[in-house]
């Protein structure tokens, strides 16, 4: 089993950038895939993003893709999210996620670990 702690949200402007960390304990990072979720007020959970355990490659939701940037540091035992140029509609809550498939998967169905969320902010 594994717990998952997620830092770095926040208030910022519009245009500005932040980068989430999901620290994990029990088990290293690097036997899991890890995902990203967000939920905005009154709408569902959405995939962000998710990087495979096998060989750290990314998958993106089509929308974000070049303004956020998921990473792994196996050493320290964390997952990262880079999001830059943040825009109003990107405010939610930010979860990460651990799964035991071998490959990225934006199917939150598939995750059996999540952490408690950190609120992102993007003001106008």
């Known amino acids: 089993q594994v717990q998952l702690v997620e830092s770095g949200g926040g208030l910022v402007q519009v245009g500005g950038s932040l980068r989430l960390s999901c620290a994990t304990s029990?088990?290293?990072?690097?036997?899991?895939?890890m995902g990203w979720f967000r939920q905005a007020p009154g709408k569902e959970r959405d995939f962000v993003a998710s990087?495979?355990?096998?060989?750290?490659?990314?998958y993106y939701a089509a929308s974000l893709k070049g303004r956020f940037t998921v990473s792994r540091d196996n050493a320290k035992n964390t997952v990262y999210l880079q999001m830059n140029s943040l825009k109003p509609e990107d405010t939610a809550v930010y979860y990460c996620a651990a799964s035991g498939t071998y490959y990225y998967d934006r199917r939150s169905t598939v995750y059996d670990y999540w952490g408690q969320g950190t609120q992102v902010t993007v003001s106008s």
């Open positions: 990087i495979s355990r096998i060989d750290s490659s990314t």
């Open positions: 029990g088990r290293t990072v690097s036997t899991y895939t």
